[in-house]
């Protein structure tokens, strides 16, 4: 089972930033936070991971918890493009590096 | 450089016939997965192969299904005697290497069994 909680849906307005919550209460010190998302049925595409510090890349920023037990995910602008399913995952590559997947939070952008 | 090839991207076969879907990684990536999509459902693991080795098959159907990825060529996904149930999407993953690598996803085949 996945080991994450995140909000069913949330909306964003066009150019503002999008903030998608994701509760890993039972994360262990080795496991990584990972995101990934999926537009319109298409194959995931990665977005970020971190395991304790916050990250940033060109796509998003991740925002982990001094306790690590919750995270944020971050699109600075959010772009119509940006509506997507969004899936956080907890990940041990100890598990045969297999991805478990949540339901995800279904993001929509709006004009 | 071209990243997660899957073919086909659309698949109908009759109930009894036999699948056999097909996934070529990203140049350099020696590892795959494969996951498999029920339709309003999230991503479900099913297999994870290196280089003509089966590393975990927890996910997968034990009668029916098999995969593999040899040395030469794709990693293949086969399902005989199909079912309705086998309707999905089936995403085949990459990795160059293991442990923290991110995967990168192909397009998916969508199996349609009538």
């Known amino acids: 089972d996945a080991k994450t909680t995140q909000p069913t849906s949330m909306d964003c307005a066009e150019g503002r930033a999008a903030n998608l919550p994701c509760n890993h209460s039972t994360i262990s010190g080795n496991e990584y936070v990972y995101w990934y998302r999926q537009i319109h049925s298409q194959g995931p595409q990665y977005i970020i991971h971190g395991l304790k510090n916050n990250e940033t890349n060109e796509m998003a920023s991740l925002i982990i918890t001094e306790d690590r037990k919750s995270s944020t995910l971050i699109l600075p602008h959010a772009t119509l493009r940006d509506t997507a399913v969004y899936y956080c995952i907890v990940f041990n590559a100890g598990n045969n590096r297999k991805l478990i997947w949540g339901l995800g939070t279904s993001l929509a952008v709006n004009p | 450089n071209a990243g997660v090839m899957q073919n086909p991207r659309h698949l109908v076969r009759r109930r009894g016939q036999e699948a056999r879907l097909r996934c070529s990684p990203m140049k350099g990536h020696s590892h795959v997965y494969w996951y498999r999509q029920l339709p309003e459902e999230g991503l479900k693991f099913m297999v994870y192969?290196?280089?003509?080795?089966?590393?975990?098959e927890s996910g997968m159907p034990k009668e029916r299904f098999s995969a593999e990825f040899p040395k030469e060529g794709p990693s293949i996904l086969r399902i005989q005697q199909v079912v309705r149930g086998d309707s999905a999407a089936y995403f085949c993953?990459?990795?160059?290497?293991?442990?923290?690598?991110?995967?990168?996803f192909g397009p998916g085949t969508r199996l349609t069994v009538l």
């Open positions: 993953a990459s990795s160059r290497l293991g442990g923290y690598n991110e995967q990168f």
């Open positions: 192969l290196q280089k003509e080795n089966i590393i975990d």
